[in-house]
């Protein structure tokens, strides 16, 4: 039972890297994006691993924000900008 719950811990950790990246990825081509097309865009670029939840992506999105890689444009909390 703790070797499943380890691997678990495992593929959750990773996933969470592969979202963070995929979205680095995403708004560092793109600069602005809206929060509805910024998840869209992260879904497509990682589908062929796994199919991520809208609520996965905005948890990342907000770790990102912490540590001052994206950051909601003054205004619009609807549009995500990239930082770093």
């Known amino acids: 039972m703790e070797e499943a719950q380890h691997a ?3 593929i959750d950790f990773s996933r969470e890297a592969s979202l963070e990246a995929a979205i680095v990825r995403i708004m560092k081509a793109k600069k602005t994006l ?3 097309e ?3 865009l992260t879904i497509d670029a990682v589908k062929k ?3 991520p939840q809208p609520a996965d992506i905005k948890a990342r999105l907000e770790s990102l924000m912490e540590r001052d890689f994206v950051k909601r444009k003054e205004g619009n909390l609807r549009i995500w900008e990239y930082v770093a």
């Open 34 to 36: 809206g929060n509805a």
């Open 49 to 51: 691993h796994f199919t």
């Open 8 to 10: 678990a811990q495992v």
């Open 38 to 40: 910024l998840i869209n």
